[in-house]
């Protein structure tokens, strides 16, 4: 059964970066397509970006530019580079398994917050 960690998350000013990183046990992911979510408080989880396992990869209008996704088979993560952040990027950050086996499994998050 796959368990997926995220890591990463932390404090930064508007404009900074960060990458997060999601990754994998307990089997190989390379098969599968991957999801980035997030959550702010009071708000519903929306989806990121993702990647599917050929690497095409597909992003919400309001990261579009400024976040990519990319995967490291050789080290079973998936990673979500993070630039130009905005306060509004403040959420608790997710990574699921969107397509083929263990399809649903989620990690516990890693909290990104970005100040004014």
């Known amino acids: 059964q796959v368990q997926l960690v995220e890591s990463g998350g932390g404090l930064v000013q508007a404009g900074g970066s960060l990458r997060l990183s999601c990754a994998a046990s307990?089997?190989?992911?390379?098969?599968?397509?991957i999801g980035w979510y997030r959550q702010a408080p009071g708000k519903q989880r929306e989806s990121v970006a993702s990647?599917?396992?050929?690497?095409?990869?597909n992003y919400a209008g309001s990261v579009k530019g400024r976040f990519t996704i990319s995967r490291e088979n050789a080290k079973n993560t998936v990673y979500l580079h993070m630039s130009s952040l905005k306060p509004e990027d403040t959420a608790v950050y997710s990574c699921t398994i969107i397509r083929g086996p263990g399809f649903g499994s989620w990690g516990q998050g890693t909290q990104v917050t970005v100040s004014s």
């Open positions: 990647i599917t396992s050929d690497g095409f990869t």
């Open positions: 307990g089997r190989s992911i390379s098969s599968n397509g």
